[in-house]
């Protein structure tokens, strides 16, 4: 054979059909490779994308929290700023009903101006020291006739009492105050003890 037969003959087509297939399974593979590399940079962007929207979320919730417990610190330390002062003027407070209880009846009916303007300004004195307490978020804890509640009241002794429903409270020793919801004081109580159960209590019984 040629050497021009050997270029044009059936093993020339083989060889071109060979080339052909090769050239296109290359062109294939770049086409694959190109397509990769255009999603890869897509799903690499919608990952960041919500790693970083989970990240935003995350920290607006902690601000949110943050804010709210700040907010909640300084309304209580407004509150309860006043706390320790209140209490030192709730026994100034004391000291001045002692000494207006110390005068007998008797003894304020049959005064004279002077000391009837002596009582009334101690009087005066005590109301407007409990005024400006009270202004300030301290309030007294009404006692007598209510339930005994050990988080506001403070059992003394205990008053044997048919008539009234065991363990309320019959009288205040000491008036007790509170300041927001803090108790600044329980008050000091004298409770019934030997008439009918209170409802709750009885309730509680029959559950039981």
């Known amino acids: ?53 989970d990240r935003f979320l995350r920290l607006a919730a902690e601000m949110d929290n943050l804010r709210r417990r700040t907010d909640r610190e300084i309304k209580d330390a407004k509150s309860y700023a006043v706390t320790g002062f209140a209490r030192d003027m709730l026994s100034v407070s004391d000291n001045l009903r ?20 002596l009582i009334e300004g101690v009087e005066m004195t005590e109301r407007g020291m409990l005024a400006t307490l009270e202004r300030h978020g301290v309030r007294k804890i009404e006692a007598e006739g209510q339930k005994f509640d050990p988080n506001f009241h403070q059992a003394m002794f205990e008053v044997p009492n048919p008539n009234v429903a065991n363990n309320t409270v019959v009288q205040v020793v000491q008036a007790g105050y509170a300041i927001g919801e803090r108790v600044l004081r329980p008050a000091m109580v004298g409770v019934a003890k030997g008439g009918p159960k209170t409802e709750t209590a009885a309730e509680d019984a029959t559950k039981a």
């Open 1 to 53: 054979m040629t050497e021009e037969t050997n270029k044009n003959g059936p093993d020339a087509a083989a060889h071109e059909a060979e080339v052909s297939a090769t050239t296109e399974g290359q062109v294939a593979d770049e086409s694959e490779a190109s397509a990769e590399q255009l999603l890869d940079p897509v799903e690499a962007l919608q990952a960041e994308n919500a790693d970083l929207r």
């Open 98 to 117: 002692r000494a207006i209880e110390t005068l007998p009846d008797e003894a304020r009916a049959a005064a004279d101006a002077t000391w009837t303007a």
